[in-house]
């Protein structure tokens, strides 16, 4: 059974600070994929990472994929107010057409 | 504008009353899919459609109908509600099933009373 881990589960920080937050799978795929939900709002994407030692980087966020270490990481540099909200990563599943998600990083920032 | 939308917003509706939840997608994507979003369980997929009159099921199908008569459209029907289908549900919808980004609708709060 595919499980996609991610934590923390809930981050709370001060503005400027620099956190990580990490999604951890447990089956083969190249495919990982980054949302992020506001409260009482819809997802929004915000990474498509499609390969093994894939980055992306918008703004004060990065993203990177490490398919060997079965590993993601979203990285958020000298955070903001703004980007509090709610963060989750999905991973393709190779054998089917399923996305399976983890549980979400919900990230509160402080001014 | 390039949308996902979804109808009703909020539903509250009693047990065993068939309700239906419309989902409409204005991109010719293939990929359609319904995810229910409950507290501390993040987003669990219902059922999917890779495009017309193809339709499979999610991680927890059950209790739910879906439908793909069109591209744009994807109805989820819920033939006899039950408390515990009590959520929040999203449709999404992606040009292909793998490789790209979905677009979700705004969601759609149902309460089952």
């Known amino acids: 059974e595919l499980k996609v881990e991610q934590n923390p589960l809930f981050l709370s920080m001060q503005e400027g600070k620099n956190y990580t937050i990490y999604c951890n799978y447990s089956?083969?795929?190249?495919?990982l994929y980054w949302y992020r939900q506001d409260p009482g709002k819809s997802l929004e994407s915000l990474f498509v990472?499609?390969?093994n030692g894939a980055v992306k980087q918008e703004g004060r966020l990065m993203a990177s994929l490490d398919t060997k270490a079965r590993l993601s990481t979203l990285h958020i540099t000298a955070a903001v107010h703004d980007l509090s909200a709610t963060y989750f990563c999905?991973?393709?599943?190779?054998?089917?057409?399923?996305?399976?998600w983890g549980a979400g990083t919900k990230l509160i920032i402080k001014p | 504008e390039a949308q996902v939308t979804q109808n009703p917003r909020y539903l509250i509706t009693v047990t065993g009353k068939k309700l239906t939840v419309t989902c409409s997608q204005n991109m010719n994507h293939e990929y359609m899919s319904w995810y229910r979003q409950d507290p501390g369980l993040g987003l669990r997929q219902i059922y999917y459609?890779?495009?017309?009159?193809?339709?499979d099921k999610g991680d927890v199908p059950e209790g739910y109908k879906v439908s793909r008569k069109e591209k744009r459209n994807f109805p989820l029907i819920l033939e006899s509600p039950s408390p515990n289908q009590t959520s929040l549900y999203f449709c999404?919808?992606?040009?292909?099933?793998?490789?790209?980004?979905?677009?979700f609708g705004q969601g759609t709060r149902l309460t089952v009373v």
């Open positions: 089956t083969t795929s190249d495919r």
């Open positions: 999905a991973v393709d599943m190779d054998s089917n057409y399923q996305l399976i």
């Open positions: 459609s890779m495009n017309v009159e193809v339709t």
């Open positions: 990472l499609l390969s």
């Open positions: 999404a919808s992606s040009f292909s099933r793998q490789g790209t980004e979905a677009f």
